[in-house]
C-alpha cells in the first residue's frame, strides 16, 4: 500500500535522524552518523521482517536507503553544537517510535498474525531500532530507563492498532490517530516527568542515560 | 509435542525471572522488568526459530508471553531488597540455560538438522537469552566470565542430546535427565568454583560482573 | 562454488582470530575465547544468510565450525603476552572485513538481490561479525571509531564487487581483487591515519576504544 510505504519511510527518516544526532553527539564522524542512522532507522523493520518471515524491505526496496542518507546529510550540513541538547533526539526518536510501532502491528496483521502477536511485534518494532542504536553506542537503553515512559505508549498504539482489526482492516485514519496519540503521550510524558511504579522497596535512580 | 511446549514454557519462565531480576537490580520501573525478562526468556529462541526457518514461537504462540508477564509480576510483589542478592538471578539463569540448550537441541533435530549443527543451535539457544539480557543490559556478559563455567554444562548437554539422536529420537526422560545434568554441573561449579585455563602468561580477572 | 566457500571460510578463520585475541585481551578463558571468535567469525554470515532468507551456512555446512576452533587453539597456544598488542587484531580484522564485505555481496547478488541492495548487505557482513564482537565485548566499537576508517573500504568492496554485476558475474579474480583493493586501503588509512570530516563545531574525540 502506498500509504504504508510512505509512513514507513518518514519513520526510517525520524528514527535515523535520533540515530545521527547521537552518533554526532558520541564524536563519530559522517560515515558513523549514517551508519548508526542507518541501523536505527532499518533495524526495527529489519527484525520485523525477520519475524514475520518476508524479505526486509530494507533491502528489497532500496528507496529505504534513501532516508538514512538524507538524515545523516541534514544533521551534518544543520548541526551547529546540536549535540549539547539531548531534545531533538528525544522528539525524532518519539516520532519514529509513534510511527514504527503503529505500522509494525499493521504489517504484522496483514502477514496473518493474530492480534496479541501482531501488537507484540508492532512494540517490538518500535522500540527494536532505539534498542540497537543505543547497544552499539554503547549506552543504557533510553528503553529501561526508569525515569520516562518509552514503551508504555508503544504498548498503547500497538493495542490500539490490534484493537481496530476486530471492527475493520485499519486504514491510514486509524493508524495516523493512533500514531499522534503515541506522539503526543511520549511527548507529555517527557514534559511533565509521568512515571510508573518500582518494585518494592527498590533504590530508584535517575536518568540511566547522559 | 506437548512435553516439549511445557519445558519450553517453563525455559521461557526461569530466563524471564532471571531478566526481571536484573532489571530490578538495574533499578528499571515494571515495565522495563517485563521487557528485559521477555528478551530474555523469548530472545533464545527466536534466534533459534528464525536460523531454523520456522515463524518464531514467541510469536506463533501467544500462551508464550503469558510466562513473563508472570515472571515481572512476580518479581514485582515479592522481593524485598532481593537486589541485593546476587544467588537467586544465577539459579533461575541456571535454569533456563538446562532447558533451552537441550530443547533447543531438540527442536533442530527434529528440523532435519544434522547432529552437529543441532548440538550448535542448543548452544546459541541456551546462551542467547543471557547474552541478549547482559548487552542490553549494557554489563559484562555472564557469558564470558572466566570465574565460572557457562558455556561449558551448555556444550554438555546439547551434546548429550544431539549423541541420543544416534540411538532414538530424543524423548521427554532424555531431555530432562541432560537438562539435570546441565543444572547440577552449573550449581555445582558455582558452588566450587571450577574454573577453566586461560591463554599462558596471560592476567586472571576476577568476575568480570558485579 | 568452490572458491567461495574457501574464501568464506578463510574470512571466517581472521574474524574468528580476531574474536579469539580481544577475548584474551579481554581476560577471558578459553570457552570465552572460542565463543567470542564464534561469534566474530560466523555473526556476520548469520545476518547475511538469514536476511537472504537461506538456512545460515554456519549451521548448514558445519565445516565452518572448523575455522573458529583452529582459531581459538592457535591463539590459546601461540599467544605469549599478545593481549598487550593491538596490532594483530586490527590487522586479521582488516582481512576478514575485506573478504566478507566483498563475499557477502556475492551471495547477495546470487540469491537475486539488485545491485544497491547486495551492495549494502556485503557491508553489513562485512561489519557485522566484528560489531557483534564489540558488543558483546562490551567496548566501543570499532566500526564507529572517528579515528580510523573502519566502513568506507567495506563500501568501496561491495561497491567494486556489485559493479562488476553489470558486465559479467563476479568470478574470483574480481572477488580477490575486490578484496586486496579494501584489505590495503584498510591497512594504509590505520598506518597513515586517515581521517574523515566531523559535523561542523563538533568536538573531535580520540581513538574511543583502547
Known sequence: MNWALTLDLVGVFFFAISGSLL?????????????????????????????IGVPPTAFAEPVHLAAPVAAAALVFFLTHGIERYSR???????????????????????????????ALLGVTTGVGGGLLRDVVANRDPQLFNSSDLYAVPAFIGAT???GAWFTALPNLATVTIAAAVVFAFRVLSLRFRWRIPHAKGQPRRGRASE
Open 23 to 51: 552518533a554526532v553527539q558520541r564524536g563519530y564522524d559522517i560515515v558513523g552518523s549514517l551508519l548508526l542512522g542507518s541501523l536505527t532507522g532499518l533495524g526495527g523493520g529489519v527484525i520485523r521482517d525477520l519475524i
Open 160 to 162: 490500539v492498532v490490534a
Open 88 to 118: 531533538p533526539l528525544l522528539i525524532f526518536d518519539a516520532a519514529g517510535l509513534a510511527l514504527f510501532c503503529t505500522t509494525g502491528t499493521v504489517k504484522a496483521l496483514e502477514a496473518g498474525m493474530n492480534p496479541v502477536a501482531a
